[in-house]
């Protein structure tokens, strides 16, 4: 028996671990308690993976999918030869555009797969390289080009008197206070700063906020102009900083007039003096911070909302001014100079392109995923024939049902998988894939994340290198997502270049050698950080924001011309017609994440109890459909319905229902709600209200029906008929 340092890779937290191994079987995995930063902490996905590394259906070969339906395993090997054979074909008959590339969930503990991943696209000379950013929280990236950046970054928490939090729940997601939430939220507020939490839900981390304003679901751009409307009302503009680094308060000003805190707090539900409290503490305090979750950028007008979330930072001067810690100081990234000035708008979209259907186009959050179903079931020259998918796409895009057609209609369709899935099992190869165990892994990858999206990384200079903690079963053929890049691109005799330095193509690198290549220059060299066997704490990587060049003249843009003018629009729309309630579909169905899970790809059956996605409402709304907790029910919307079964929570607002997404039918089992829990994505469609520019439809705060299900009379069925159904020859 021996104890080996590791890290947990089922969420972005990367918390240190502790794993106790008995000839090659994996018996428990604890937190590390000398680890710096985390004091131990793990949750239970973490103490989990001894049941999610020994899963019993593991693909411990690769597989591929006869022209009947069956499967038969195939050595990586030959997998790969057959691969490069359909990719060439495809080039040659339709250039570089037919084949694209999803990067999402599924790399997340590949820390070697993206840069090669997209090596590859660059060689053979394709921009079809889709990711998760454009149904995540693309509207971060857009407002902050429109509204330009502060280059001292963000303010260090230690320093923050308020911090507000919209539509996230970090304590259960990490998202924005990744390390150990619970405790880093106790510090902050015990230090004195004061949290802002806007939820429908009182979630676990709007429990501990000073203010919770409690919404409607989809009211965040009317909340946050209030905001904004009372931070020029109470006199609450931080002047010096406005005057000299801001552009457009004045059209700020007059376009939140009217988003008085009665005619908010009639709209949003919520009382006017809960606003108002909000509006102090954010003027009362001298220093702050912002933090956006799924929740507003899901319910539409995710960019305007994060616009109106930077403009208040802005009008409140809460960014790292000079001599200021820079609040995630680079580790493993090189040195970013940080300096107390503005660096000006860029275009968010526009310039790209634009030969998507719909209007859709490629943003500063990369290409748009709502176009690719279309792309790959077009009859045209711009079809996608081939796609390597690193995602659940069956679980997690909108509208199952299309997303199975689109995946069936490719040439070829190429997933890495630990198991068959429902997804999985729509490929024509499967390539068996090492686990988290099983591979190197490196805190780079969470500090290029927190590069785009500031709820990654580390707010002190942490890092940490693993080597593999585990060799993989023995007489198993299993292969890491790089590899299978590197491979192809062997066979195609193309090379692949990771920051300007060409691979060696003739001698296989190994995945130490291409994780060097990606820390090339970093601020702390690799093998310094391997030295610290729990993760170190590397003070020559602190630093502080330096002072703003003489003949800085870039301005934060507070008056974006489209921005405000999406703001005109909400202002005076219809609320109800907007909102789309009606007697039929009375309920909003909003988005939670769930500690058991993540995503789709980590859900460890065994140990833990499985959250079954039960679908939460409020008992007073459950006694007036005349259900209790556990009754099955059919929830509609006005483009699909599910079988789930309902749980009573008081933290809700009335004719509000939270659900998690990623769950459903699993590949060759019939569907029962109880013990698979309800795909929800299959109430969404790609089309309804999506946004004009990235195309992300309204996943949260979707109207629904929910009604009383009889149970079956025989045992679970597989109630939605849909392509998850067994393929012909499972067994
Ligand atoms: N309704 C609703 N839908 C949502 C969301 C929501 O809040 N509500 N959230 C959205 C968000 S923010 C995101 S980021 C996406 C996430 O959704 P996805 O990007 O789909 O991510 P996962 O579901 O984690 O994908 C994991 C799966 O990827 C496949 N896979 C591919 N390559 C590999 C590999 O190399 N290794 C392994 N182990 N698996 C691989 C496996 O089938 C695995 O189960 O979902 C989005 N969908
Ligand atoms: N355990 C676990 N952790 C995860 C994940 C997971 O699946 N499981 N997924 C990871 C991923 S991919 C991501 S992107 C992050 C996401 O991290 P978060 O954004 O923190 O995720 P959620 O828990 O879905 O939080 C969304 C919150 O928004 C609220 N909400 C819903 N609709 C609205 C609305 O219209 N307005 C407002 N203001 N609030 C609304 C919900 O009630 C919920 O509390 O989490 C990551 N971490
Ligand atoms: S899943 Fe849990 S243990 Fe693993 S990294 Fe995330 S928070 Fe840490
Ligand atoms: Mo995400």
Avoid at 315 to 335: D, I, K, M, N, Q
Avoid at 359 to 374: I, N, S
């Amino acid at each position: 028996m021996e104890v080996k340092l590791s890290v947990c890779l089922n969420c972005g937290s990367f918390c240190p671990t502790l794993v106790t191994i008995d000839k090659g079987r994996v018996l428990k995995v604890e937190g590390d308690p000398e680890a710096p930063i985390y004091k131990g902490f793990i949750c239970p996905k973490g103490r989990a993976i001894p049941q999610q590394h020994h899963l019993p259906g593991r693909l411990l070969h690769s597989v591929k999918r006869l022209p009947d339906g069956r499967r038969s395993p195939i050595g990586n090997d030959q997998a790969i030869d057959e691969i490069a054979g359909r990719i060439r074909r495809i080039l040659d008959e339709s250039g570089p555009e037919s084949v694209a590339m999803y990067l999402g969930g599924g790399v997340a503990e590949q820390h070697a797969a993206p840069g090669v991943m997209r090596a590859f696209m660059a060689a053979i000379g394709s921009p079809m390289f889709f990711t998760a950013g454009t149904i995540d929280q693309p509207g971060l990236v857009l407002a902050n080009a429109l509204h330009g950046q502060w280059e001292g970054g963000r303010v260090h928490p230690s320093r923050c008197g308020a911090y507000l939090i919209v539509g996230g729940n970090p304590v259960i997601s990490k998202q924005h206070l990744p390390q150990n939430p619970g405790q880093q939220l106790k510090t902050i507020t015990k230090t004195g700063t004061q949290v802002i939490v806007i939820d429908p839900r009182r979630s676990e981390t709007a429990r501990r906020a000073a203010v919770h304003l409690q919404i409607i679901p989809g009211e965040d751009p009317t909340v946050l102009a209030g905001l904004v409307h009372l931070i020029f009302a109470l006199n609450g503009l931080d002047e010096a900083f406005v005057r000299e680094n801001t552009r457009g308060a004045e059209a700020l000003r007059a376009a939140v007039a009217d988003f008085t805190p009665e005619y908010v707090a009639m709209r949003a539900g919520i009382a006017a003096n809960d606003l108002i409290a909000a509006a102090r503490i954010l003027i009362a305090a001298r220093s702050g911070d912002t933090a956006l979750g799924v929740g507003p950028s899901m319910a539409t007008r995710g960019t305007l909302s994060s616009y109106l979330a930077l403009c208040i930072q802005s009008l409140r001067g809460f960014w790292a001014r000079e001599g200021e810690p820079v609040s995630r100081p680079r580790v493993l990234l090189s040195r970013q100079v940080r300096k107390a000035q503005p660096a000006p708008a860029r275009s968010a979209w526009g310039f790209g392109r634009h030969s998507f259907a719909r209007g859709l186009q490629q943003t500063a959050m990369g290409m748009p995923t709502a176009a690719l179903p279309d792309l790959m079931m077009s009859k045209g020259k711009n079809r996608i024939r081939a796609l390597f998918l690193h995602a659940g796409a069956m679980y997690s895009w909108p509208d199952q049902r299309r997303t199975a057609e689109a995946l069936g209609a490719l040439d070829l369709l190429v997933m890495h998988d630990v198991e068959l899935t429902a997804t999985s099992a729509l490929a024509h190869y499967v390539l068996a894939t090492r686990r988290q165990l099983e591979m190197p892994a490196v805190s780079q990858a969470a500090e290029q994340i927190g590069a785009i999206h500031p709820g990654y990384d580390w707010t002190e200079p942490y890092a940490f290198y693993r080597p593999a903690t585990l060799e993989p079963p023995e007489g198993s053929d299993v292969i890491e997502s790089w590899q299978t890049y590197y491979r192809l691109a062997c066979k195609l005799d193309l090379t692949l270049e990771i920051g300007g330095t060409p691979l060696d193509m003739e001698q296989e690198p190994s995945t130490e050698a291409i994780l060097e290549l990606y820390c090339k220059g970093s601020v702390v060299p690799l093998s310094r950080v391997k030295q610290f066997p729990h993760g170190g704490l590397f003070d020559e990587a602190r630093d502080v924001v330096g002072s703003r060049d003489a003949a800085c003249a870039a301005r934060l843009e507070l008056a974006d011309a489209t921005m405000l003018s999406e703001l005109a629009d909400v202002r005076a729309e219809e609320v109800l017609a907007r909102r789309r309630v009606d007697e039929d579909f009375p309920f909003l169905l909003i988005t939670r994440r769930a500690q058991e899970s993540t995503n789709s790809g980590v859900r460890v059956e065994g140990r833990i109890k499985i959250s079954p996605n039960p679908a939460y409402m409020h008992p007073d709304d459950l006694a007036s459909l005349s259900l209790g907790s556990g009754d099955r029910v059919e929830i509609r919307s006005r483009h699909g319905r599910v079988i789930a079964f309902v749980a009573a929570d008081s933290d809700l607002r009335r004719g509000v229902v939270s659900m998690t997404h990623g769950f459903g039918a699993r590949h060759s089992r019939d569907y029962d709600p109880r013990r698979d829990g309800a795909n929800v994505n299959q109430l969404l469609s790609w089309e309804q209200e999506y946004d004009r520019y990235h195309g992300m439809p309204r996943m949260s705060a979707v109207p629904i029906g929910v009604r009383a299900a009889d149970e079956p009379t025989e045992g679970p069925r597989c109630t939605h008929g849909g392509p998850e159904r067994n393929a012909p020859g499972d067994a």
